[in-house]
Structures are given as structure tokens and as C-alpha cells.
């Protein structure tokens, strides 16, 4: 195809065609060669300026239509560098492609031109290319700026050029609509000046200067309720919060004054009548809710918004919003794929204009925009920006023209607006609505205001921007502005804005008069969890339906072409159940649960075949490439089987997959890391949500965190997944921590998991690498077939001898291989190896009785392959010791205390394990030697380097 073709020479696609030809003429071969061939013979004195390709009446200026093209189009482009976005009047930066000048034209060669060289609907109702580039000025340079021209998809090119040009988003509203905004805008801004006098000095982040992100969020939610969008779910940070809270959630401003109440002398709640263990809240600006979205005089919506409790760590709500939404807008309850209807549920996300730039979860959660894994049909984001990120102003806080860019590279159009232009607001939200609903993509407003005080409303702003805020000073609020703007169009009379200010201000002060607000209510309780975490449910499986379920595992579908080296392999190890190993069980623990209904969500990098190639979820047609699920296929699903490979991504994934747990709690979710290290890229969602969340908000989630760990001499990465750091944050019964390690106990943990639905919390599962096909770790059918997970593996060889034992041995995870893998193993006829499979909560009962069940012991020791800094022994050290009373000596067998977790040296690995094996077995004396050993190998590693 050529880029153009000669019926198009005319009309509206002449301006292209003649920037085309210049093109030509500069350098014939940087047009196609078909156009080349066309140009060859063209004369463009010929150029018809009518639009009917006759005969032109007047044959223009080649040189003045190319200028006029380019002007037109630069204003189309760039136009946004030249709108007055800046509520305090602060001077666009302009361009000077702006001008005509800039082409070597005048108005007056504009106005001699037709507006036929200008493409759109502008072109319909102007004569003149003067008229039109005065329109579309008016247009794009006027108090909203659009930034599309990163957008590549000409489809969704043309339909945004036509929204703008069109003006069918925008246009003065009318009377009845102007004054509803009048009554809203009062209250946005009488609620928070309230707060102020009444709560003096107080803390609220005022949403002041940004106003109108109330009024656009009503918009947008009456617009999703207009199309039977039942929900939205919504994530923001402090700034604004409390103003959402009461008018876009409904939250009564009686309970928002409540929790302003500072309690009264002697009222102060003692710790004993605190709301219960496993409680300790959150200030009131991270509080989430769900309610119906109302607004004043008007029917409920009826749109159920949920907002997502956050932490203050700005931006990291955003995945989890995600998640949230997703798990809202998919139906887990046939057998296959979910089904995605992205109409079940609005996700809207609002930034800090510091925050979005700066923090990286916000580039993070745009790549999973559209991915199909992740994708929730579009997310409206607005960056309230208020030009200031606590006392830090833009030329510090990002490196781009706008706070918005970053959303550029993922093609997400941007909509910049002044946030003291009421009907440019609403206007940009119609269009980032109907755009999401048309192409089921991302849109971004970055509304431009400013900020009324100091990051908090303690702070003095002017110490650090005392320009700024001496204009802020005298810079009327949105609704006085807004309120003129009504007197002038003689919507309202004179007086009247403000006696609705003084009606809005006596509710506020009857409001918090009466009694409901001055009792603080804890929030967020409904999830606390009441039920002991040890309790174990029943979790085997019949062995016949373990056969059946294997069986149609192995199925394929007709005319399916597996490769044939997995295939083989596949029958080899998945073609009996007589020897199971991790990744088989995981099938059958899947494979069993989809059986029940329960629906399975499984992510992370490279999850789909498994990052040791153990898994294979999704095999792959040789010949025409095809997927094909297994699990999605199997005839005894009665719910959804979910593998995706995540993008290369752990805040932003793991933040999802939390999100996607908090709301779908029929499923059984799981996040696994490529290698367990790569999980603390995500410590702040770990610690701001999947081990707190439950005792900051009440949000109980099950998620599953599967992390690859053990030492095999790999380095300092890829060996641990720092164990100690989930071991560090567990309290209060908030998290599952376990390694296991046989196939049967991953069995028997991963359905246990998917039964506690009533006593939800976070599994925290260290997984194998080297154990995935150790003969050591495969499970049979008994084992999956009966029984349950046992929290601690005694030594059953040696309980046969029980009073012999003097030595125990107490280890978790792969180590447990090596030690009753060495030469010293059946020489230590006094020593018992025992497991400690779960080690949060503690399992105290079953270690007792472990530790009972010798009779003649004389030391417990841990033996463990991390460093003595890391791994569990920090926290096993204090509860063995309490355990046994002081009756036994708890002896640690280890390495050293290190700053990174595993050597580089895969020769210096093996020797050192061999050492701490030996001294686990041979005790102290052999232990010192062996230490010493250590230390001599350490050395001279340390020399050699
Ligand atoms: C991850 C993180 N880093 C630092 C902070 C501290 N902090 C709180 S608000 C703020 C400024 C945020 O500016 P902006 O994103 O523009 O939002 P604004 O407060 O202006 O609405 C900072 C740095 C934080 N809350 N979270």
C-alpha cells in the first residue's frame, strides 16, 4: 500500500498529501515507492482547494498551504504547551510551532485559504483556515491541554481528534446541572473549612485548590451507573481523602467528626478494653470503605464504591486496586479461564503529582494494563496535582515536561486541565469515560490546581514557596470562582452562593452537636481473625479420585501435538502415582480443589512452565503453537483454573495478587517468585499489606507466596528468600509461614490453605528447587490419600528407638536432605532428625511432644544452612529455649553470622555444609573442629580471590 493514493490529492487529506510532497521533494526516497511514482508526474500547482478535486478557482501557494498543514497539525500536537492550565496564572511554556510565523505565514494567508485543508469536524463549520486554526486554538490551547500525540493506534487517533473537535464532551452546562455543581462544590469546600475551625491544628490533607476531583468522580460514577457498571473500585492516597470519603462514599459526617474527637480526659480506651488482639488500626486518612456512591437531591446511583484501605506509602494501592477489580470482574465458577466482563467493575486510581512520577509501583501497575493476566478494561487515573510534592516543586521532583509522562510510554492519552475551570473538568471525565468504555484502555487527567496550605495543615508552606503562596493567599477557592461565574450567567442571584455556604455550615455544626458524633467506632473489625491458626483441616484426597484426576490430566485434546521429549517425560513422571513428586502434587492438590469448586489464580515470572521447568500448567502445541491448559480441561472442575507469567514485576504483582485475594474470597491465590530473594524488591507490600493489612483494616487475604529457597551454591542470590524477614513480621497469628519438605506435606498445606476460608491469612510457603525431583521429597498415594499436614516431622526411624536418642536434631526445609543424607546418619545411632515444617504460628504442641517422646535427651540443636543472622534461628532460639524450660540445652549448628546470605564459591558452599553436617552429628568437639575447618576454608577462599 502506498502511504497515499491519487483519489486522496483532494480535500480534506490535501494538507497530508502536500507535507508529503515537501517530503518528496527534500528527499524522494523518504516517501513509499508508489507515492514516489505519483509525485513524479504531479504538478501541485494543480492542487484543487474546493474539495471536489475540480480545477482549483485560485491555485495557492504550495509553500503557504505546507505552512498552514503544519501549523494546524502543530496545534493539534502541541497545542497543550500553550493552554492556560495553571489556576495561579503562571505562563505556559508555549512553542513556537504555534505561530504561523514559525511556517513564514501571516493570519491573512489563513484567511485566503479554505478550511477544507483542515480534517475534522472543525473544517465542517469554519470557511477559512483562519477560522479553523482560530478554532481549534480556542480548542487545544485554552484551559485543557491534550496530549495525544503518543498515542499510535489511529483508530483511537482519530476518535480522540474528533471528541476534542467536536465538543461532544464539552459546552457549558446548564442551568439546573451548573447550580448542582454550585451545591457541590459548597460542600467539598464548607466540609473542609469546617474541619478547620472545628479541629483546629488537626491533620485532614485538605483537598483544597483540587476541589473538583470530587464533582469529576461524580461524574464519572453517575456516568458508570448510566452504563450498569455496578462498582468501582478506588485507590488514593491522603490528599482529599476525607472530602471522598463523605461525598463520593456516603460516609456520615457525623462518624468523620467522631474520629476527629480527641478522646476526653479519663475516656482514654485502656489496652485491655483495646478492640482485641491481632487489632491495631489505622489513622483515620488510609481507612477504606465500601459504600453507594449518592449524591445530593439525587437517586442513588447505585454504584458500589469500594475504596482500598492504603498504607502511606504513596502509589503502592494502585496494583492491589487492580487486583481488587479484577477479582470483581471475573466470574470463577465454571471450569476453564475465568470469564472477564470488564463492565462488572471500574478500577479509578488518584496520584500525587510528586508520587506518580517518583515512585516506580506506578510505572509497575501501567504495564499491567493490558496484559491478560492483568487487564481490567481500562483504568481512569487523575493525578491531583497541586504542583508541589510536600515542599519539593517539579523541577526537583521529575524529570519530564509534564507529572504525567511517564503514562506516555504506555500510550495512555493525557488530558491536562486547570482545576479552576468547573466545566473543562467534567468535560475531560465524559471523554476519559467514553474512551474507556470504547477501547477498554487506561486514560489519565492530570488536574492542574494547587494546594490551599502546607503538605499538612500544620505546616508553613512559605517558608519553602513563598511566591506561590502569596498568590494563594488572595486566590479565590473553585466554588467562589464558580459561584461569580452563576451570578454572571444570571443562573443565580446575588447572596445566594452565599447563604448556601451558611445553610452547608449550620448542618456541619448540628451534625457534630449531636451525640453520634462524639463516639469513635473502630472500623474495619468484620475480618479480624477469632480462630487458633495451628487447627489443621482434613485435607487427603480418595485415592481413586487422585487416579481419575491424574488420568484426565494426561488427556489431550485431539489433533493436539505436545512436544514429544515433555510428553515422555510427562508419562514417565505423571503416568503413576506411585511415586510423587512437588510439582505432581501440586497438580493433584489443584487438580483436587478445582474438583470442589474452589477457583485457582496462579502468577508469577515464568509460572506457567515453572521456573525449574517443573510444572508445565500450559503446554504448547508443536506444530501450530496452541495452548492447552490441562487444568482448565479436566471433566471435574466446577470453578476456574488461572496460570498467567506475570511481567517482570514484584511490587506491582505481588501487590495485585494481594488485591485479587482481599476480594476473591472464594479462591485460592498464589504468588510465586522466580527465586525467593526477588520477593524483597516487594517489601513494601509485604510489609504495608500481606502481613498487616488484616490488623490495620481488617482485610483478611489468603494469598500464597511461594519462594524458591535453599542453599545449593548458587550465590548470594538465588539461595535465600529470607526467611528471617517473614519470621521478623509474624505476630499475632497474621501470617502462615512454612517450608516443607516432602510432596505430600505441599499436598496437604496448598488444600488446607484453600479450606481455611473462614480464617484467612497469608501463606508464606519457602518451595524447593533441588527438592522439586529428590527422591527424598517424592510423597506416594498413601500419603496424598490419607492424613493431613503434620506442622513437625518427627524421625520416625529413630522413634523406633526412642530411648537410645540423647541427640535431637531440629531442622526445617532442605537442609533435612543433607543431614540424613551423610555418612554420619547411621553412625549417629543417639541422634533424631526432626522436621519443624510450619514455623509460624509456632508448633508448640506437636514440638513438645516431639521433644517428649525422647526420654533420654541431652541437647536439642537447630541446624540450619543460612547464616546464624538469618533463616529461623533467631526465632526458634527464644521459644525452644522456653519450650524446654531450661531443661535442655538449645545448641545452634550453623554458619556464622554473615551480611549476605550464601557464597559465592559453589566449592566453598559444598565444604561448608559438609562441615555443619558433620558437626550436627559429631557435636560440640566435632562441631569445633569443624568451625575451625570452616573459618581455615574461609580463609583461604578469602585469599584466593
Ligand atoms: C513511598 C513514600 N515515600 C515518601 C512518603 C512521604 N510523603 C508523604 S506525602 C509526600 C509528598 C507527596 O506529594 P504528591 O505526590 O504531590 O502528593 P500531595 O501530598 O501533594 O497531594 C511525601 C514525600 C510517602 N508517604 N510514601
Sequence with gaps: MSEISEREFYGPNLGYVLELYE???????????????????????????????????????????????KFIRHIRDFGHMAAHLDPLGSEPPGDP???????????????????????????????????????????????????????????????????????RFGGKLDAGEAKRLLKRLTRVDTFEKFLHRTFLGQKRFSVE?????????????????DS???????????????????????????????????????????????????????????????????????????VEVTLAPNPSHLEHVNPVVEGMARAAQEDRGNPGAPEQDVDAALPILLHGD???????????TLNLSRLRGYATGGTIHIITNNQLGFTTEKEDAYSTTYASDLA???????????????????????????????????????????????????????????????????????????????????????????????????????????????????????????TPLVEIPETAVPAERLEALNEAMLERPEGFNPNPKLERLFRRNRGSLEQIDWAHAEALAFASLVEEGVPIRLTGEDTER??????????????????????????????????????????????????????????????????????????????????????KWGQSSGLVMLLPHGYEGQGPEHSSARLERYLQLAAQENIRVANCTTAAQYFHILRAQAMLTDNRRPLILMTPKSLLRHPMAASTLEELASGRFQPVLDDAEARERSDSIERLIL?????????????????????????????????????????????????????????????????????????????????????????????????????EHAEIVSRAFRGEDGGRKAEAAVRGVQARTTQGA
Excluded at 511556517?103 to 491573512?108: A, H, P, T, V
Excluded at 480441561?633 to 488461572?642: D, E, G, H, L, M
Aim: charged residues 30%; glycine residues 8%; negative net charge.
Design 23 to 69: 517530503r518528496f521533494r527534500e528527499d524522494p526516497d523518504s516517501v513509499d515507492e508508489e507515492t514516489r511514482r505519483l509525485f513524479e508526474h504531479w504538478r501541485p500547482r494543480e492542487v484543487s482547494l474546493d474539495g471536489r478535486g475540480g480545477v482549483a478557482a485560485a491555485p495557492a501557494d504550495v509553500e503557504k498551504i505546507v505552512g498552514a498543514t
Design 97 to 167: 510551532t504555534l505561530d504561523p510565523s514559525f511556517y513564514r505565514i501571516s493570519e491573512e494567508d489563513l484567511a485566503e485559504l479554505p478550511s477544507s485543508i483542515v480534517d475534522g469536524p472543525v473544517a465542517g463549520r469554519t470557511s477559512t483556515a483562519k477560522e479553523a486554526a482560530d478554532e481549534l486554538r480556542r480548542l487545544y490551547c485554552s484551559t485543557t491541554g491534550y496530549d495525544f500525540g503518543h498515542v499510535h493506534d489511529p483508530e483511537e487517533r482519530f476518535w480522540l481528534r474528533e471528541a476534542v473537535e467536536s465538543e
Design 209 to 225: 485548590g483540587n476541589d473538583m476531583v470530587v464533582p469529576m468522580l461524580d461524574r464519572l460514577l453517575e456516568l458508570a451507573a
Design 228 to 302: 450498569g457498571i455496578p462498582g468501582a473500585v478506588l485507590g488514593m492516597a491522603h490528599r482529599g481523602r476525607l472530602n471522598v470519603l463523605a461525598h463520593v462514599l456516603g460516609k456520615p459526617y457525623e462518624k468523620i467528626f467522631a474520629e476527629f474527637q480527641q478522646p476526653e480526659k479519663g475516656e482514654q480506651p485502656s489496652v485491655a478494653e483495646s478492640p482485641g488482639e491481632g487489632w491495631v488500626g489505622d489513622v483515620k486518612y488510609h481507612l477504606g470503605i465500601r459504600g453507594y456512591h449518592l449524591e445530593e437531591g439525587e437517586e442513588d446511583t447505585r
Design 354 to 364: 510528586a508520587a506518580f512520577p517518583g515512585e516506580g509501583v506506578a510505572a509497575e
Design 408 to 530: 506516555k510510554g504506555f500510550e495512555i492519552p493525557v488530558v491536562h486541565v486547570n482545576a479552576d475551570d468547573p466545566e473543562a473538568c467534567l468535560a475531560a471525565v465524559s471523554m476519559a469515560y467514553a474512551y474507556r468504555q470504547r477501547f477498554h484502555k487506561d486514560f489519565l487527567i492530570d488536574l492542574v490546581g494547587y494546594r490551599r496550605y502546607g503538605h499538612n495543615e500544620g505546616d508553613e508552606p512559605s517558608y519553602t514557596q513563598p511566591l506561590m503562596y502569596e498568590k494563594i493567599r488572595n486566590h479565590p477557592s473553585v466554588r467562589e470562582i464558580w459561584a461569580k461565574e452563576l451570578e454572571e450567567r444570571g443562573i443565580i442571584e446575588e447572596g445566594e452562593a452565599e447563604r448556601l455556604v451558611e445553610e452547608v455550615y449550620a448542618k456541619m455544626q448540628e451534625i457534630h452537636r449531636s451525640p453520634a458524633a462524639k463516639k469513635v467506632e473502630e472500623e474495619g473489625m468484620g475480618d479480624a481473625p477469632r
Design 610 to 695: 515453572g521456573t525449574f521447568s517443573q510444572r508445565h500448567a500450559v503446554l504448547h502445541d508443536v506444530e501450530t503453537g496452541e495452548r492447552y491448559v490441562p487444568l482448565q480441561n479436566i471433566p471435574q472442575a466446577k470453578a476456574s483454573f488461572a496460570v498467567y507469567n506475570s511481567p517482570l514485576s514484584e511490587v506491582a504483582t505481588m501487590g495485585f495478587e494481594y488485591g485479587y485475594s482481599v476480594y476473591a474470597r472464594d479462591a485460592l491465590v498464589l504468588w510465586e517468585a522466580q527465586y525467593g530473594d526477588f520477593a524483597n524488591v516487594g517489601q513494601a507490600m509485604i510489609d504495608q499489606f500481606v502481613v498487616s493489612g488484616q490488623a
Design 811 to 911: 531442622c526445617s526445609g532442605k537442609f533435612y536432605t543433607e543431614l540424613v543424607g551423610s555418612e554420619y546418619r547411621d553412625e549417629a545411632e543417639d541422634t533424631a532428625v526432626a522436621r519443624v515444617e510450619l514455623l509460624y504460628p509456632f508448633p508448640e504442641e506437636q514440638l513438645r511432644e516431639v521433644i517428649g517422646g525422647y526420654p533420654n535427651l541431652r541437647e536439642v540443636l537447630w541446624v540450619q544452612e543460612e547464616p546464624k543472622n538469618m533463616g529461623a534461628w533467631s526465632f526458634m532460639e527464644p521459644r525452644l529455649r522456653e519450650l524446654v524450660s531450661g531443661e535442655l540445652p538449645i545448641i545452634y549448628v550453623g554458619k556464622p553470622a554473615r551480611p549476605s546470605p550464601a557464597q559465592g564459591s559453589a566449592n566453598f558452599h559444598r565444604r
